[in-house]
């Protein structure tokens, strides 16, 4: 649900900023050693049982793993905090660094978020400004989304009041998360913001096809992200990728239900920054809403430009709107202008891109009438409409581009 930008976090992220002393970061996604043999001894225990943790899924369990964390943070060298087995509830968790060590969280438990929106001060599970982390195993990242849902009023305002996400990555470089289950988030199941060099790998993450804003993962002013082997089903974007956001990788992901995998919405507020180099390759898309989608605002207050994008061997399976470029996007009738967009879309592939669409409009590029989108390829596309009564389609408004190697020409729009 990518027009809910992280602009609205920068302010106060960027005086978070002002306070971060570096950690000397060994290679990406791998625990620092300590340094110069530093003892690698905790300030206290890191396994959430010893420190009083109750895995009964009704006793309050967030001072025992806030205190965990600080006991992990302030030793030196590789530290690794357990949550074993068991039903973990808590509110707010606020992981802050800096650390002076490396961090592991094997979490083989279940954490569930609580229903009360009184204990969260903005999101569950935030972790900030920390170098060199891993989350993984085999436990869950319940949000208990079914217990909010219905106060979610976003489809109704659309300034309405954030629910709180699950996992929020703020200012963090080299952090791996494999492995686990995110379960029902009461908003966005993870949100990378201001981050680098971010591996997400054989994570599942499921929320009903009709709950609201449950974007699987979305990824706002960071770089360097890969997204791997995962399985997203939710009730909107499967990943989202925002503004100032480049050089990320999606490979071998399976998508649905959902909206897709978006570039946007760019260009809702002032100062946004480009993106470009993302790369989807190897991604399969079931009975989602949409394919694969880039969108802007059609009365932008910004001009960010979305570019060098590669989209390949990329499976739709009854899928709405497989291929859609849309800068005319206009949730909720909110433009007050039209045809006005300054979002600039260019060098865009679509490539080896098969499957069935349960529309007849397979392919969709509607950009705008004042910035033409430059430079888009479509390559060797073969899609069919899955019903009867009419034939499948491209519509192609406003493009520049080429299609090469399109059987079917009725695609072959460019």
């Not at 009903?208 to 979305?218: K, R, V, Y």
Request: glycine share 10%.
């Amino acid at each position: 649900m990518a027009f809910f930008s992280n602009v609205a976090m920068t302010v106060a992220a960027a005086a978070l900023m002002l306070a971060v002393v570096a950690v000397s970061p060994a290679h990406a996604g791998a625990p620092a050693a300590a340094a110069g043999g530093a003892s690698s001894t905790p300030a206290g225990p890191l396994d959430i049982a010893q420190l009083g943790a109750k895995g009964d899924g009704k006793s309050d369990s967030t001072p025992m793993i806030l205190k965990a964390w600080q006991n992990a943070c302030h030793a030196t060298g590789p530290q690794k905090i357990v949550i074993p087995p068991g039903n973990y509830l808590t509110g707010s968790l606020e992981l802050t660094g800096p650390c002076t060590s490396s961090i592991i969280i094997r979490l083989d438990g279940n954490l569930l978020g609580t229903g009360d929106l009184n204990a969260f001060k903005k999101n569950w599970i935030e972790i900030q400004n920390v170098d060199n982390l891993s989350i993984n195993g085999h436990g869950t990242i319940d949000g208990q989304g079914p217990l909010v849902w219905k106060q979610n009023q976003c489809q109704k305002n659309y300034n309405c009041k954030i629910l709180p996400n699950s996992l929020v990555l703020d200012f963090v470089k080299n952090a791996q998360i494999r492995g686990i289950t995110l379960l029902n988030s009461k908003f966005f199941h993870i949100n990378i913001f201001s981050s680098e060099n971010i591996v997400i790998d054989k994570v599942t993450i499921k929320a009903p096809g009709d709950s609201p804003n449950t974007d699987g993962i979305h990824i706002g002013d960071s770089s360097n992200v890969t997204i791997s082997g995962t399985t997203i089903g939710t009730g909107d974007d499967c990943i989202s990728v925002g503004p100032g956001s480049k050089k990320i990788r999606i490979e071998g992901v399976r998508c649905g239900p959902g909206h897709g995998i978006s570039v946007g919405s760019l260009g809702r507020y002032k100062d946004e920054k480009d993106v470009e180099d993302v790369k989807v390759k190897g991604a399969t898309l079931v009975g989602t809403t949409n394919g694969l989608r880039i969108k802007s605002y059609e009365d932008s207050k910004s001009s960010p430009r979305a570019s060098k994008f590669v989209y390949e061997d990329v499976t739709m399976d009854n899928v709405s709107y497989p291929i859609i470029i849309d800068q005319k996007y206009c949730p909720n009738n909110i433009c007050v202008r039209s045809g006005a967009s300054k979002v600039a879309v260019s060098d865009v592939v679509f490539k080896n891109i098969h499957g069935t669409s349960n529309t007849p409009e397979a392919i969709t590029l509607n950009c705008a009438n004042n910035l033409p989108c430059q430079g888009i390829q479509l390559i060797n596309v073969d899609l069919k409409y899955n019903r009867s009564g009419n034939k499948t389609m491209a519509v192609c408004k406003n493009v520049a581009g080429k299609s090469i190697g399109i059987a079917n020409k009725e695609l072959a729009c460019l």
